[in-house]
């Protein structure tokens, strides 16, 4: 058995090997298509992973949370475009998308007026500003919702097959 990594600043992917206990010769066994050289170089951020790999590694892992960061962080077009997703337990993302769309609800006068005359007057801009974070957070606890539904789903705390019978009986 190898010895534990007591390097600092350990990236999500190295984090995520060592929760499970597994050194990089056992996760490389159980990834299949990832040596345990490919995988210190992504652990070490010598080489920036492949998405396939991601994949595996998530799928392997059973952290689909895996996928947002690396989207998040290594992509170029997610770096614009996907926000990072922390996992959080269900009633701290609960608690933060009805917050949210709270104060959603007191900002929808002011987005309806805004949108009456098809344009942003300056005396417009902070209040679209405002409104523009403030969906910001309710799409980031959507996106932490939908995150957390697929770890519950891959680790298996919500049964797959009942959820997915359900899915379809709906459309």
């Given at each position: 058995?190898?010895?534990?990594?007591?390097?600092?600043?350990?990236?999500?992917?190295?984090l995520?090997?060592?929760?499970?206990?597994?050194?990089?010769?056992k996760?490389?066994?159980?990834?299949?298509t990832?040596?345990?050289?490919?995988?210190?170089?992504?652990?070490?951020?010598?080489?920036?992973?492949?998405?396939?790999?991601?994949?595996?590694?998530?799928?392997?892992?059973?952290?689909p949370e895996?996928?947002?960061?690396?989207?998040?962080r290594?992509?170029?077009?997610?770096?614009?475009?996907?926000?990072?997703?922390?996992?959080?337990?269900?009633?701290?993302?609960?608690?933060?998308?009805?917050?949210?769309?709270?104060?959603?609800?007191?900002?929808?006068?002011?987005?309806?007026?805004?949108?009456?005359d098809?344009?942003i007057?300056?005396?417009?801009?902070?209040?679209?500003?405002?409104?523009?974070?403030e969906?910001?957070?309710?799409?980031?606890?959507?996106e932490?919702?939908?995150?957390?539904?697929?770890?519950?789903?891959?680790s298996?705390?919500?049964d797959?097959?009942?959820?997915?019978?359900?899915?379809?009986?709906?459309?």
């Amino acid at each position: 058995m190898g010895r534990a990594s007591v390097r600092p600043n350990k990236n999500q992917f190295q984090l995520a090997r060592e929760s499970l206990g597994l050194t990089r010769e056992k996760a490389s066994a159980m990834l299949q298509t990832i040596s345990p050289e490919r995988l210190l170089k992504i652990e070490t951020e010598k080489v920036t992973p492949y998405p396939e790999e991601i994949l595996t590694l998530a799928k392997t892992y059973q952290m689909p949370e895996l996928c947002n960061c690396y989207c998040a962080r290594f992509c170029p077009i997610g770096q614009i475009y996907v926000p990072e997703v922390k996992m959080k337990d269900l009633s701290h993302i609960v608690l933060e998308l009805l917050a949210s769309l709270n104060r959603m609800t007191v900002k929808k006068e002011q987005l309806i007026e805004i949108a009456t005359d098809d344009g942003i007057t300056n005396d417009e801009i902070d209040d679209f500003i405002d409104i523009q974070d403030e969906l910001g957070k309710v799409s980031l606890a959507i996106e932490s919702l939908k995150l957390w539904s697929e770890k519950m789903l891959s680790s298996g705390v919500i049964d797959m097959e009942a959820y997915l019978a359900r899915r379809e009986n709906r459309t």
